[in-house]
């Protein structure tokens, strides 16, 4: 069979020269063009990761995907501002030494919303080509750092022991890859599983079986596939009957990113607590955060959620969920998530540090470890960040009291050394410490 993959996993642009490439902030021309559209222009589930139709797919992700919904509740959070609309013009460089406004650096990375809060304030927000306010936004892997709060509240609860194996709450994992490992190996993504992501090998067995069946990838024919015909249907067949060990390494000695693992997480979220992981997201998190909108979550071919990265809301909406956690999980005077799992965010070990050194992917990169579904800058100020393909991040920086939130549909997927992502973090970086300052 030939196989097209231009869904979740492939990289259909490739940064060939490492450098900047520059956006503009206005559509470009191409997606969604015409009522309806025209041919050549048309949206599909075939092309929604590849730029330029990305930056309407991105936004839109119910059209392209199944998705379930997470409904907001109670009060409104306010966030009064933008108060410091100057934010704008603060100079910043990008990764290459370039130095421009903020705002201009944004643009030039395929950015599509950015939103920065510090304290309880909106100080400064932009959006662009066509994104706003109220319009969600593909989290990507961002939703494996919501995953790994929602579990904290049954760890805190002693229903789930993190040194216990996965197959103690998750008895079809027996045999899998994820029988030996802890859910703490899962959660800082070091269970040496004989299953590598990859975003650009089309023959790979992460196009062929775990992106269609994850529904997040584009496969001629995965769509058609009925439960009664297929052995690996939806994601979870995938986990328990495909994923072996990995037998020439063992658990935690590595760090080796596998999406696989937020799955397992999810697994035992909905298992554990007896509720849908959507439910358990709305019950336990949306519905306190004060958010302005309802999120949704897209879903695998068996219509369960895509824990790993199907989560979709509004900027706004994202920078609320960082705000909760970069104030030690709490919210309006309700412990939302226990302080303590909060804190342990940021509780680095050496082998949590020696790990990432080792992985030569991201030596380019700033990151200091990587831990409970978190990406680590700086520890002793509790800066890190919840990170998605394409340029998704919730950055959070306690020192500095700030949290900022960003979208973007930038044309390459893997955030390791790729300039579009390093340029935006590292203006993000430079704005805290002023902020910081102030």
Not at 90 to 95: A, G, I, T, W
Not at 341 to 366: G, H
Not at 387 to 407: C, E, L, P, S
Not at 420 to 426: E, G, V, W
Request: glycine fraction near 8%; charged fraction near 20%.
């Amino acid at each position: 069979m030939k196989i097209i993959f231009l869904g979740w996993f492939l990289v259909t642009y490739l940064l060939a020269t490492g450098s900047v490439v520059v956006a503009s902030e206005e559509a470009e021309p191409g997606a969604m063009q015409g009522i309806p559209p025209t041919r050549e222009t048309q949206a599909t589930m075939k092309n929604y990761r590849e730029h330029p139709f990305s930056q309407w797919t991105f936004r839109n992700a119910g059209g392209p995907l199944n998705v379930v919904m997470i409904p907001r509740e109670g009060a409104i959070r306010e966030l009064p501002g933008p108060t410091q609309p100057e934010l704008a013009e603060y100079s910043v460089s990008d990764v290459a030494g370039k130095t421009m406004g903020f705002q201009a650096l944004f643009a030039a990375n395929h950015a599509d919303g950015v939103v920065v809060v510090r304290g309880d304030e909106l100080l400064y927000e932009h959006y662009f080509h066509q994104f706003n306010a109220h319009a969600q936004h593909i989290w990507f892997s961002m939703s494996k750092s919501l995953a790994s709060s929602a579990l904290g509240l049954l760890v805190a609860e002693g229903k789930v022991d993190l040194l216990a194996s996965p197959v103690k709450y998750i008895p079809e994992l027996k045999g899998s890859g994820f029988e030996r490992v802890t859910v703490q190996h899962v959660l800082d993504m070091a269970s040496s599983v004989d299953f590598h992501e990859t975003y650009t090998n089309v023959d790979s067995d992460f196009a062929i079986h775990y992106a269609p069946a994850l529904n997040l990838g584009w496969l001629e024919g995965a769509a058609d596939v009925q439960p009664e015909d297929a052995q690996i249907y939806g994601v979870h067949d995938f986990l328990g009957k495909f994923i072996k060990p990995d037998l020439k390494r063992q658990p935690g000695d590595n760090f080796d990113y596998n999406s696989s693992n937020a799955d397992v997480v999810g697994w035992i979220i909905a298992r554990v607590s007896g509720q849908p992981f959507q439910d358990f997201i709305q019950q336990n998190i949306w519905s306190k955060l004060g958010a302005e909108h309802d999120a949704y979550i897209a879903v695998d071919r068996a219509y369960m959620p895509a824990v790993t990265g199907g989560m979709n809301s509004t900027t706004r909406d994202a920078a609320r969920f960082g705000m909760m956690i970069r104030d030690r999980g709490k919210y309006n005077g309700e412990q939302i998530i226990p302080q303590a799992w909060v804190d342990a965010n940021v509780v680095i070990t050496d082998r949590l540090r020696s790990n990432m050194k080792a992985n030569t992917k991201y030596s380019d990169d700033p990151w200091r470890a990587y831990h409970n579904m978190w990406w680590v800058l700086d520890e002793t100020i509790g800066e890190y960040c919840a990170v998605g393909i394409h340029g998704q991040v919730i950055y959070i920086n306690r020192k500095a009291d700030t949290v900022m939130a960003w979208f973007s549909s930038q044309p390459g997927a893997s955030a390791a050394r790729d300039p579009n992502f390093q340029s935006k973090l590292k203006a993000a970086r430079i704005l805290a410490a002023h902020l910081a300052e102030q």
